[in-house]
């Protein structure tokens, strides 16, 4: 069972920045592909990014690529999403997951096994 704690959540103005962070109990946090998604009041949980196990390839849903960032630090077993000029439609619960790393199930939950508790993120314009 992997346990995933997320943090770095918060209320920010449009424009400004965020770094989310997802802890795993894990030690073979390797084995796990991560990704992060997000669900604002009324919608469906949405694909955001996600990182293969290595951390070479990273996936991005278009209405975050070249303001979103993913990065891992298997050492550390955490997975970071690093959220620049912020939306007030990026405005959601923001989760991470970890899955076995199917390139063709990274962007849908179902290819994920494992979720956080999610941390609120709020952007205000």
């Known amino acids: 069972q992997v346990q995933l704690v997320e943090s770095g959540g918060g209320l920010v103005q449009a424009g400004g920045s965020l770094r989310l962070s997802c802890a795993a109990s894990?030690?073979?946090?390797?084995?796990?592909?991560m990704g992060w998604f997000r669900q604002a009041p009324g919608k469906e949980r949405e694909f955001v990014a996600a990182?293969?196990?290595?951390?070479?390839?990273?996936y991005y849903t278009d209405s975050v690529k070249g303001r979103f960032t993913i990065s891992r630090d298997n050492a550390k077993s955490t997975v970071y999403l690093q959220m620049n000029s912020l939306k007030p439609e990026d405005t959601a619960v923001y989760y991470c997951?970890?899955?076995?790393?199917?390139?063709?199930?990274?962007?849908?939950?179902?290819?994920?096994?494992?979720w956080g508790q999610g941390t609120q993120v709020t952007v205000s314009s």
């Open positions: 990182i293969s196990r290595s951390g070479v390839a990273t």
């Open positions: 997951a970890a899955g076995p790393g199917s390139p063709f199930q990274m962007r849908y939950p179902a290819g994920y096994d494992y």
């Open positions: 894990e030690r073979t946090f390797n084995n796990y592909a």
